[in-house]
């Protein structure tokens, strides 16, 4: 079965990095889009980024573009996010989702944190 | 950028009863492909996004045939025909029309009065 497993997520000081990666088994991975979502602690869904296949397109939401950079590795099955620059307002849970035309699965999301 | 509203935010239902729950989007979502990619996510507490409905109305595997999903252009609705204590949580629609820029309603929250 589809299995998303997200890891890398912790405490990070302001204008600090992290990198988060997400572990995918039971499918083609590198048939598939994939996708990193985020939910501030309380609040609703974002859609952050956004990467095709072959890795050929990405795409980020505004509030992210330019500080985060989308990835993967067919090889590991892992799509991964790499995050600078890193504000307050990026504390989240993050999930990696497939992207099927619509986000199909989820993983269990890793939590960042930005705070000095 | 689409916005998505949803409503009500809050729904409190009692067990058994129906529930139904809106949302609108600012821009049609017919894709040039003629599908309509709008789909429903529940987030029981304490738990990741599931998602239930994917293009307006086809339930994903292992959903209760309770939920079922409607709509088309703009406006779209989520059903429970009976809810029970394990739909409680949170319901999200969300647009995938206007691709890469997915864009989710605010949540409606889902309580047992």
């Known amino acids: 079965q589809v299995q998303l497993v997200e890891s890398g997520g912790g405490l990070v000081k302001p204008g600090g990095s992290l990198r988060l990666s997400c572990a995918a088994s039971?499918?083609?991975?590198?048939?598939?889009?994939m996708s990193w979502i985020r939910q501030a602690p309380g609040k609703g869904l974002e859609w952050v980024s956004y990467?095709?296949?072959?890795?050929?397109?990405?795409y980020y939401a505004d509030s992210v573009k330019g500080r985060f950079t989308i990835s993967r590795d067919n090889a590991k099955n892992s799509v991964y996010l790499q995050m600078n620059s890193l504000r307050a307002e990026d504390t989240a849970m993050y999930y990696c989702?497939?992207?099927?035309?619509?986000?199909?699965?989820w993983g269990q999301g890793t939590l960042v944190t930005v705070s000095s | 950028d689409v916005v998505m509203t949803q409503s009500p935010l809050s729904l409190p239902v009692t067990l058994g009863q129906p529930a139904s729950i809106s949302c609108r989007s600012s821009?049609?979502?017919?894709?040039?492909?003629?599908?309509?990619?709008l789909s429903w996510f529940q987030q029981r507490p304490g738990q990741s996004p599931r998602r239930l409905i994917y293009?307006?109305?086809n339930r994903d595997s292992g959903v209760p045939d309770r939920f079922s999903g409607s709509g088309s252009g703009t406006d779209f609705t989520l059903k429970i025909s009976r809810v029970e204590a394990e739909d409680v949580g949170v319901y999200y629609c969300?647009?995938?029309?206007?691709?890469?820029?997915?864009?989710f309603g605010q949540g409606t929250k889902l309580e047992i009065k």
């Open positions: 989702a497939r992207a099927a035309g619509e986000l199909d699965y």
């Open positions: 039971g499918f083609t991975f590198s048939d598939y889009y």
């Open positions: 990467i095709s296949g072959d890795s050929t397109n990405t």
């Open positions: 821009q049609s979502l017919v894709y040039s492909d003629g599908n309509t990619y």
């Open positions: 293009k307006v109305s």
């Open positions: 969300m647009q995938g029309t206007h691709w890469p820029q997915y864009t």
